[in-house]
């Protein structure tokens, strides 16, 4: 399990998607079975993964139906009428993937 803390742009460096990723698999966690997105409202209009962390969350996850859970938060709670659950095949169709 990691716990994932997103503010700003995705320009400004790594995604905390990737860095919580990073952490798991550093602490042997080598598969993600499901991975949840919660940024502040005030911040960021939608809570999707940026492409580069889409394909890092394609890279890792058990399968493509690997379920990505969204949710807005404000004031440190979360808005559950934001919650949205998309497989990784929804969000990511056409993933990039090396030659075997
Ligand atoms: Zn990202």
Redesign the pocket.
């Given at each position: 399990m990691a716990v994932m803390l997103k503010a700003g742009s995705?320009d400004w460096g790594v995604?905390?998607?990737?860095c919580a990723i990073d952490h798991a698999v550093l602490h042997g966690n080598r598969k993600i079975l499901e991975i949840a997105v919660v940024t502040e409202a005030e911040t960021l209009s939608n809570s999707k993964?940026?492409?580069?962390?889409?394909q890092y969350i394609y890279d890792f996850s058990k399968d493509s139906e690997t379920e990505i859970i969204m949710a807005q938060a404000r004031n440190g709670k979360i808005m559950f009428k934001t919650v949205e659950v998309r497989s990784i095949r929804e969000l990511l169709p056409y993933p990039y993937r090396k030659r075997e």
């Open positions: 995705p995604c905390a998607e990737r993964p940026c492409g580069a962390c889409l």
